[in-house]
């Protein structure tokens, strides 16, 4: 059984920033594609951001140039850095291994379940 473990969450201004920590458990991941989702409210989850067991990053047209994923093999650990966050960033954020490496198709992860995920709220 994996155990998946975000946290960073919060609520920030517009034009603000947040850094997303996940922990796996139950896994190594250094073999792993891993990535970030986020589900709106009243939306269906979404890939985010996803980065390859050699570092090389890839992330949706909505993130780009605003969010970084890195990993950090050894401690089983990703991270999201999220700048200029917008109000459209609110969301559930959740990790995992992605089988679906898409943007625009539903999301296939490796293990059967998810994580708690960590709520980030964009207001003023």
């Known amino acids: 059984q994996v155990t998946l473990i975000e946290s960073g969450g919060g609520l920030v201004q517009p034009g603000g920033s947040l850094n997303l920590s996940c922990r796996v458990l139950?896994?190594?991941?250094?073999?792993?594609?891993m990535a970030w989702y986020r589900q709106p409210p009243n939306k269906t989850r979404e890939l985010v951001a996803t980065?390859?067991?050699?570092?090389?990053?890839r992330y949706s047209d909505s993130v780009k140039g605003r969010f970084t994923i890195s990993r950090d093999n050894d401690k089983r650990a990703i991270y999201l850095q999220m700048d200029n966050l917008k109000s459209e960033d609110t969301a559930v954020y959740f990790c995992?291994?992605?089988?679906?490496?898409?943007?625009?198709?539903?999301?296939?992860?490796?293990?059967?379940?998810w994580g708690q995920g960590t709520q980030v709220a964009v207001s003023s």
């Open positions: 995992s291994a992605p089988l679906e490496l898409d943007f625009n198709k539903p999301p296939r992860i490796r293990w059967h379940n």
């Open positions: 139950g896994s190594i991941i250094s073999v792993l594609d």
């Open positions: 980065i390859d067991p050699h570092g090389v990053t």
